[in-house]
Nanobody, 120 residues
Framework: VQLVESGGGSVQAGGSLKLSCAAS????????MGWYRQAPGKERELVSS???????SDADSVKGRFTIAQDNAKNTLYLQMNSLKADDTAVYYC???????????????WGQGTQVTVSS
């Protein structure tokens, strides 16, 4: 499985960005997908996830501002980010196939990450 993110960049606070993740292997119908982010000096954070039945889940920090979606025909996962804040600055990673390892949630496949920088 290959995951390739795109769409990161620099934006002013209050602006919007849309991240895309192109996936190989037609995994959307069999795997829960997600977006993570990691800021310098902080732990990796699950931002949003979407299950195979379309159920989505968002971190409290992004609820009402970020929207996760997927296009099965295009094998692409999206993260629409609105009302961006400086605290949203991080490297964003696409992740595929949620699993539980030692009681902790993890994903089996990861993209290389894309930088999002929000200036205040």
């Amino acid at each position: 499985v290959q995951l390739v993110e795109s769409g990161g960049g620099s934006v002013q606070a209050g602006g919007s960005l849309k991240l895309s993740c192109a996936a190989s292997g037609g995994i959307f119908t069999s795997c829960t997908m997600g977006w993570y982010r990691q800021a310098p000096g902080k732990e990796r954070e699950l931002v949003s996830s979407i299950s195979t039945d379309g159920t989505t889940s968002d971190a409290d920090s992004v609820k009402g501002r970020f929207t996760i979606a997927q296009d099965n025909a295009k094998n692409t996962l999206y993260l629409q980010m609105n009302s961006l804040k400086a605290d949203d600055t991080a490297v964003y990673y696409c992740a595929a196939c949620m699993q539980w390892v030692g009681g902790r949630r993890d994903f089996a496949h990861w993209g290389q990450g894309t930088q999002v920088t929000v200036s205040s």
